[in-house]
Nanobody
Framework: QVQLVESGGGLVQAGGSSRLACAASGRTFRRHLLGWFRQAPGKEREFQAAISWSGTWTNYAASVKGRFTISVDNAKDTVYLHMNSPKPEDTARYCC????????????????WGQGTQVTVSS
């Protein structure tokens, strides 16, 4: 089992920065890749980025590459999503998720999910 708890987010100024955190726990969490997804009202869940616990592998959605950075702190069992220069269209609920099966951008391949944290970007 894997448990994921997100923190961070809230109200962010466009062009500013924000950091989301995802604390992982459970017996098998280190066997999983961790990813970030977001979902805005009326829209589909959208992949943002994923990372291995070693930090040697990362994957980004084209829409955030160069603006968002995913990182891992093994001492804290935490994965971060650094949002640089967010835009109002980045407003969404951000969730972290874990997958053991593939280096996928498809949310259906992710087995464990956190509750999410709301990010609202003001212009």
């Amino acid at each position: 089992q894997v448990q994921l708890v997100e923190s961070g987010g809230g109200l962010v100024q466009a062009g500013g920065s924000s950091r989301l955190a995802c604390a992982a726990s459970g017996r098998t969490f280190r066997r999983h890749l961790l990813g970030w997804f977001r979902q805005a009202p009326g829209k589909e869940r959208e992949f943002q980025a994923a990372i291995s616990w070693s930090g040697t592998w990362t994957n980004y959605a084209a829409s955030v590459k160069g603006r968002f950075t995913i990182s891992v702190d093994n001492a804290k069992d935490t994965v971060y999503l650094h949002m640089n220069s967010p835009k109002p269209e980045d407003t969404a609920r951000y969730c972290c998720a874990a997958t053991i099966s593939s280096r996928s951008q498809d949310y259906r391949d992710y087995n464990y999910w956190g509750q999410g944290t709301q990010v609202t970007v003001s212009s």
